[in-house]
């Protein structure tokens, strides 16, 4: 099934999709339509938020900025909303060589969030995410960053929230209102700017890494919530465990001194984390 997934805009000198050429090569990776569509407001505009989540790796790679490139010691998963103005394009008829089969064409105010929750079934919207952190559940730091939107506007609209930081429930409040502020404008731009190409829909290509990877990472917890000591793991591990994502894993609940036996109060942090619900 198609996946909704945010990106850099930017075109290359031959109307591809810059970021997703790496991913898709050249041919598969041209926006539809190829050419940016003219603005009628009869196609039906919508203003919406949308959610996206990925491994930090996944996120660099389609450009949603350096939130996501820096150093992250443990483990972090990086979610994306865009509060986006715009209508959707969707390919009919057989994709060709293309794997995108739609794309969305307008602006956005974009969020990125590196999250670090202790629950693996945390939900990844803006405002459980900042009751989490509330709770002390999750730690988020983000930023804020506008694609078509004109800087006065989204300056003006932003004013008195800062475009990075960690989040709160204070801050998530503040940002809210200045995202509902910003819907008349981000429709207002439409007819008077050209359209962008700031998201589309895929066969994610991301997938089969972020299933490896949460698998790995579940074996790993298990085994200290377990109280197994880091070298016994190593030695029970199946061959489809990622060995240095194991590693890691025990490095982030237990630091530095992960070879050492696991004690009750590490196990109890890695059995909050195996909780669902």
Do not use: C
Not at 83 to 93: E, N, V, Y
């Amino acid at each position: 099934m198609p996946v909704w997934m945010p990106i850099d805009p930017g075109l290359d000198e031959n109307g591809n999709i810059r970021v997703l050429v790496p991913i898709f090569g050249a041919e598969a990776s041209v926006p539809y339509p190829q050419l940016a569509p003219v603005f009628d407001p009869a196609m039906g505009i919508e203003v919406l938020s949308s959610y996206y989540e990925s491994t930090l790796q996944a996120a660099a790679s389609i450009g949603m900025g350096g939130l996501f490139q820096m150093k992250a010691e443990g483990f972090y998963k990086a979610v994306v909303m865009d509060f986006r103005a715009g209508f959707p394009k969707f390919r009919t008829g057989a994709p060709g060589t293309t794997k995108i089969l739609g794309t969305f064409w307008g602006v956005t105010v974009r969020v990125a969030m590196r999250v670090r929750t202790i629950a693996a079934s945390a939900r990844m919207d803006l405002a459980s995410l900042a009751a989490s952190v509330e709770t002390g559940a999750a730690e988020v730091q983000y930023s804020v960053s506008a694609v078509g939107v004109d800087r006065r506007i989204f300056a003006a609209a932003l004013r008195g929230v800062p475009l990075f930081g960690k989040l709160d429930y204070t801050g998530f409040a503040r940002l809210s209102a200045a995202l509902v502020a910003l819907k008349a404008p981000l429709t207002d731009r439409l007819s008077t700017h050209p359209l962008l190409p700031i998201s589309v829909w895929v066969e994610n290509p991301f997938d089969a890494n972020i299933i490896s990877e949460g698998r790995s990472v579940r074996w790993a917890m298990s085994k200290i919530s377990s109280r197994v000591k880091y070298e016994t793991a190593l030695a029970q591990a199946p061959s489809w465990a990622n060995l240095m994502i194991a590693r890691r894993a025990y490095q982030d609940i237990l630091g530095n001194a992960f070879t050492i036996d696991v004690p009750e109060h590490a196990a109890k942090r890695a059995r909050d984390w195996l909780k669902v619900g």
